[in-house]
């Protein structure tokens, strides 16, 4: 998940130059440059003795794997989709909830409400179900669509009101994923 004020990517023929991709690992692994694109023969030989074939954007940052071009920062999955399409999206999704897992098929374009749909259970939930509470011997159920809490109802068990939020995620098109265990 990254907001979509992030700084505009190289264009996908250049990262085509720069990045090879394991879309089985979601690694990413920095080519040979040619000697066009240093000053000196010492430097080419420098930078691919320390870079080439070495896996780039290793840096965690906000839970996501990071990496420095030309002096900008750019996160990994951000790369990755750029090099893979050609496109921008908005945000991207990790479907496993694990921001450091960008293999191909962990990965899709979303926008702030899809990513939302698809998040963990809060480390503070005591419930143990997204959108359920206690109030006494009563459990609460609600969800939050279109920027609107939406209470769900009351039920006398636990279980009821998981399966009010379940249905009502279903219905407003969450990702099965939502509401899992922390990524620890």
Not at 81 to 110: C, F, M, S, V
Request: aromatic share 8%.
């Amino acid at each position: 998940m990254t907001r979509s004020k992030e700084t505009p990517l190289p264009p996908q023929d250049e990262l085509e130059k720069l990045f090879r991709y394991d879309g089985e690992t979601g690694k990413l692994f920095w080519k040979r440059r040619p000697r066009p694109r240093f000053t000196t023969d010492g430097a080419c030989k420098s930078w691919n003795i320390r870079f080439a074939d070495k896996e780039a954007f290793t840096t965690l940052c906000n839970g996501h794997l990071r990496g420095i071009y030309q002096k900008q920062n750019y996160y990994a999955h951000r790369v990755i989709w750029k090099l893979k399409t050609g496109d921008e999206p908005p945000e991207i999704d990790h479907i496993d909830g694990n921001p450091t897992n960008n293999a191909w098929k962990n990965l899709r374009a979303a926008n702030r409400a899809i990513n939302n749909r698809n998040v963990p259970r809060r480390a503070d939930n005591s419930s143990g179900v997204t959108g359920v509470t206690s109030r006494g011997d009563r459990w609460i159920a609600q969800i939050m669509a279109r920027g609107q809490v939406r209470h769900l109802g009351v039920y006398a068990t636990k279980e009821e009101a998981a399966a009010a939020r379940k249905a009502a995620e279903k219905a407003l098109d969450f990702h099965a994923n939502h509401g899992r265990a922390p990524v620890p």
